[in-house]
């Protein structure tokens, strides 16, 4: 139960929204599928004198944008993991969501934009979004930004998202001809969180050649990176390709986060696993 009395908006449109968020500043508190946001209410550890509810405004949806994918922030990981659109063009991000852990509740609820402005730093989703190079789509009363998501993403609990702005939607390119997916995630249990993710976009040609690779590691680090992965174009996809991209992985795990799941050493240590698996489950 929430203790504390709050003015409850559910405006009908993303200007209503946006307005709302103008009049009450720091005192509002947005809520997307409000999974994070309303069980720290609950504890008391957010206390805002007003709720805006995004359910109403508009801003679920899958749709086609220019060769890619336009996704709005409310899209929830059941409408994610369930849309042609992102099985053919963003094969990763729909395997993420179908693995949300938490049951049919989590995954009917919780948001992409929402798991996006967290920004926890073993979410699934902020370094899927990197590894699919997403750019992210903001607005406020004043006007209207793109970030992409590889510096939307600042650090732990740390996203780019100004006082009275909103994550409208997320966009993804037009994937490479050919290219396939692949998203990875070591957990201690079925039922865990992620400890570190790696997510793939990987072209092979008819002689087993790698002709694009873009490989995304989450959860380790504080905030996503991308693996060095220029060299690996041309190679073929065997031991010394897999040992490479381990390497390369690793030497990326500069920023090591660590919590109750696991320490940032042994994130650092399994990066290279995570990132490698995630190639071979593209590939
Ligand atoms: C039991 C359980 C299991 C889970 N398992 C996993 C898992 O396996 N992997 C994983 O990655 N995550 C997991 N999660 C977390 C889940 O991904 C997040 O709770 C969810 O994505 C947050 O989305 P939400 O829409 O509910 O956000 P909310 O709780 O509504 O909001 C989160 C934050 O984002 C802000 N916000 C929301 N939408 C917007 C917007 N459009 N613009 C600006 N700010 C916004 C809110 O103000 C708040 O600060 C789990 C959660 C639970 C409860």
Known sequence: MIKRRFTYHSPDSLDEALGALAEHGSDAEVVGGGTWVVPEMTHGARVPAHVVDLRRAGLAGVAESNGGVSIGAMTTYAQLAGAPLIAERAGALGTMAAGITGGAQVRNQGTLGGSACYATPSSDAPGALVGLDATMNLRSSSGSRSVAAGDFFKGAFEADVGDGELLE??????PPAGVKFGHYKLKLVESSWPIATATAV??????????????????VNTKPYLVDTQELVGSSIDDDTAAAVMTAARAGATDPYGDVLASGEYRQQVSGVVAKRALLAAA
């Not at 040609?205 to 989450?218: K, N, P, W």
């Open 169 to 174: 939607s997320i966009t993804l390119p037009a």
């Open 202 to 219: 990987v072209g092979v040609d008819g002689d087993g050649r790698l002709t694009a690779v873009r490989i995304s590691v989450g959860g």
